[in-house]
């Protein structure tokens, strides 16, 4: 492969003649890793324009070179990487520190989160992954996939690839969520009250950052999404965890000067709890009482295979005080990052030149390809199958999870993809977790999940979207057997 002429540059600061300072260039990208052997130089031709040097003293540089078998020359060919050059060093090199900033008073504000989940890039081999929230590719819809996001290519969509919609969406997209995806949960919402964001974490910063300020109150679930938590700190607005019970949030735990609830309703997170109909409408009727908002995060709606789903906290809502948080990321696969912000055109508005500020739109591609996904009938088709694995995994789980006398701390009334459960004898899960993985099993501690600064340690999450059947036993096996000799 041939190295472009772009990437060399001659140090300003290096001594010696031309020649020496041209070898040194070169010499230095091998030895640092940039340039591997077998590749091809510029030719000394090329060099020396690009330089501004003579033709000759970039050819002697080169002969210096091949003499000290760092390069190579192939006739007509050009000039290579030796394959006997120097190897760079196994350590990655570095850059030294000679900057005088100080970067503790020159960061204003830190985003780097305090106790979060950790997910191994590499999950996938291990041999039993419990590990949630990842697409399954013996699942996934791969050649339909494939087509639609061709067709998205084409140029009778040149516009929706290539136009800046500056704040705006794909309307393609907007009216297929509209009017198919958004009834199917009860709601109904006219194209001017539906955002399209880059997940639902992208959704969930959005109504953060509209609807709170430093002087407002905000209400999450205890335990939750840790990265929920993360974005109320970077909001800097104050907060309070609500602990939740077999029924999710209990509407009369929510202090009165409450501003905004964060609830997660049909499965909650991480418990998996559905909050019952009867709860909602207390929830509502408390948001009215003390004239407060919720933003109701659905995820994993679509994958109530054991009871038909229930209602949306947002299909019970009469007063337009309920905004509501879709995601394609989970039920298609987490990195499309695609989602949708549903709620009344004034907070719309604002969301949508926020998000305008920092991204303005995802990308016309991706949203034309979820289109195609999604009116063709693909989607749903994916859904049923998803559905359909899911509850058999979830019946092997059940029936592993009995065999070994684990404890279900939290058990969702109508699918979803995890289990919540807990450890005797206040079990640090995070130690089970790293001793786990010497087995190739993979578990999630719970311990994030929580706000306190002292979490409960015993608690840890199983999910199975992503591990086969018939890895589930076995894997619920080694995980009994190291809780047992702990």
């Excluded at 996939?145 to 969509?157: E, I, P, Q």
């Excluded at 394609?328 to 969301?351: D, H, N, Q, T």
Aim: charged letters at 20%; a neutral charge.
């Amino acid at each position: 492969m041939p190295i472009s002429v772009e990437t060399f540059f001659l140090d300003p600061s290096s001594v010696g003649t031309l020649q020496a300072r041209v070898q040194q260039m070169v010499a230095q990208g091998i030895l640092a890793g940039r340039f591997r052997a077998g590749e091809r130089l510029p030719s000394s031709r090329k060099m020396a324009t690009h330089l501004g040097v003579s033709r000759i003293t970039v050819t002697l540089a080169y002969t210096e070179l091949v003499a000290d078998d760092y390069l190579t020359s192939r006739g007509r060919s050009g000039y290579f990487v030796s394959e006997n050059a120097p190897e760079p060093p196994a350590f990655p090199a570095k850059r030294a520190q000679v900057g005088t900033v100080d970067w503790n008073r020159a960061i204003g504000q830190k985003f780097t989160p305090g106790l979060n989940l950790d997910k191994p890039s590499d999950w996938a081999k291990y041999r039993y992954p419990f590990i949630y929230g990842q697409a399954d590719k013996t699942l996934f819809d791969a050649a339909n996939w494939r087509l639609c996001a061709l067709r998205a290519l084409g140029m009778r969509d040149f516009g929706a690839l290539t136009a800046d919609y500056y704040d705006g969406d794909d309307p393609q997209l907007v009216e297929f969520i509209a009017r198919q995806t958004l009834p199917r949960r009860g709601i109904l919402a006219n194209n001017d009250e539906i955002l399209v964001t880059m997940g639902a974490q992208n959704a969930l910063w959005l109504a953060a950052q509209v609807l709170l300020n430093s002087r407002r109150l905000a209400a999450i679930e205890d335990p939750c999404y840790p990265a929920l938590r993360n974005i109320l700190d970077q909001s800097r607005c104050q907060y309070t965890a609500v602990p939740v019970d077999g029924d999710g949030l209990p509407p009369d735990a929510l202090p009165p000067e409450t501003d905004v609830v964060f609830a997660t309703p049909s499965h909650q997170c991480p418990t998996t709890s559905t909050m019952s109909v009867d709860r909602r409408k207390a929830l509502l009727q408390k948001a009215e009482d003390d004239d407060f908002l919720i933003v109701e995060d659905d995820y994993e709606f679509e994958m109530s295979f054991l009871k038909p789903a229930s209602p949306s906290l947002k299909s019970l809502d009469q007063n337009g005080r309920v905004i509501y948080v879709g995601s394609f990321s989970k039920s298609l696969f987490p990195g499309l990052r695609l989602g949708y912000l549903v709620g009344p055109a004034p907070f719309i508005r604002e969301a949508r030149a926020l998000r305008a500020t920092v991204l303005r739109h995802p990308p016309g591609h991706i949203q034309r390809t979820v289109s195609y996904y999604l009116s063709l009938g693909h989607y749903d088709a994916l859904i049923r199958r998803m559905g359909k694995a899911y509850h058999y995994r979830r019946e092997v789980m059940d029936v592993a999870l009995k065999n070994h006398g684990l404890t279900v701390a939290g058990h969702g009334t109508y699918g979803g993809s995890a289990v919540w459960l807990r450890t005797p004898n206040g079990l640090d899960t995070t130690q089970l977790a790293h001793q786990l993985r010497d087995d190739s099993v993979l578990i999630e501690p719970g311990a994030a999940f929580f706000a306190s600064d002292t979490p409960p340690t015993d608690y840890f999450r199983l999910a199975y979207s992503s591990i086969p059947a018939a890895q589930i036993a076995p894997g619920v096996a080694l995980i009994a057997q190291a809780i047992a000799n702990a």
